[in-house]
């Protein structure tokens, strides 16, 4: 796949970079900050916030099994050997194998009582004061009993909501410049909704939010590798195309990062 050529190339943009991470430091001589997360942690509208998922009432809906798929290795040998892949071999999942990363990447895996009568979900990924602004989205590609198309995962139910049906492989290996995506089984996309963590931790929320995308990716990575599996992380992407394709206004909530997986060719 070939990159555009003879467009103009922008000025270096490192300075934002450092600016942002300026404007986004703690200071211990800044005593806000504190005031601020303190305030915050027993505010109701951050409760709310904390509690709050997204959802698609009116969507198609698919409910995932709890029956997953043995490990083939163990957690030791699934870190050591973890390696970056993409040479699919274009086989579908099944839907225990498509439940079992989906759960490992940001299920709800328990809840414990908090001291104002209230119960604190968790999920399989951290995330900074538990507010969770990270959505997942399973772009199905070659999937059993799963129609192709884009699907937002519901955590708490433990279910698949439709978002558009259709094969999106092309615009997938277009948006990323990643031919092999189209021989991929699934994708799993992730998108970020910034005013979870910004409502707490101010600016240094979108370091947060990306931290915690990063312990998502990590999860899937690592669960592929034991399931024998391959997959490749990608973060290069048009960021507009894949917001489209996902359906999200790329402001309120953008895509984040994006997982491609399938099985290998021997």
């Known amino acids: 796949m070939s990159f555009p050529r003879n467009e103009p190339i922008e000025a270096d943009q490192s300075a934002l970079a450092e600016l942002f991470h300026e404007n986004s430091k703690h200071a211990r001589s800044d005593y ?3 005031q601020r997360i303190i305030m915050m942690a027993s505010n109701p509208m951050a409760l709310a916030m904390a509690e709050s998922r997204k959802r698609y009432p009116s969507a198609q809906r698919i409910a ?3 029956e997953f798929p043995e490990a083939r290795l163990g957690f030791d040998e699934a870190a050591i050997t973890r390696r970056s892949q993409r040479n699919f071999d274009g086989s579908p999942f099944e839907l225990g194998t498509i439940a079992k990363l989906l759960f490992f990447a940001n299920g709800r895996t328990g809840s414990a009582p908090t001291h104002d009568g ?3 979900s968790f999920r399989a990924a ?3 004061g538990a507010l969770y602004p990270i959505e ?3 772009i199905a590609l070659n999937a059993e009993e799963i129609a192709a198309g884009v699907y937002h995962h519901d955590n708490v139910e433990n279910a698949l909501e439709l978002v558009k049906a259709g094969n999106f492989g092309q615009q997938l290996a277009r948006a990323t410049y990643t031919e092999e995506i189209e021989n991929a089984a699934i994708v799993i996309a992730m998108t970020g909704i910034l005013i979870k963590t910004r409502i707490k931790y101010s600016e240094r929320g979108y370091r947060f939010m990306l931290m915690e995308a990063g312990h998502i990716a990590e999860n899937i990575l690592l669960t592929a ?3 024998g599996l391959g997959a490749v992380p990608i973060g290069g992407f048009v960021d507009d195309e894949v917001d489209r394709l996902i359906d999200i206004d790329g402001l309120d909530e953008a ?3 994006l997982v491609a997986l399938g099985r290998l060719k021997r």
Do not use: C, M
Request: no cysteine.
């Open 118 to 120: 209230r119960r604190q």
């Open 126 to 128: 951290p995330s900074a």
């Open 255 to 257: 895509s984040l990062y």
């Open 136 to 138: 997942v989205y399973l």
């Open 64 to 66: 995932l099994t709890e």
């Open 32 to 34: 806000r900050i504190a």
């Open 225 to 227: 590798n034991s399931l």
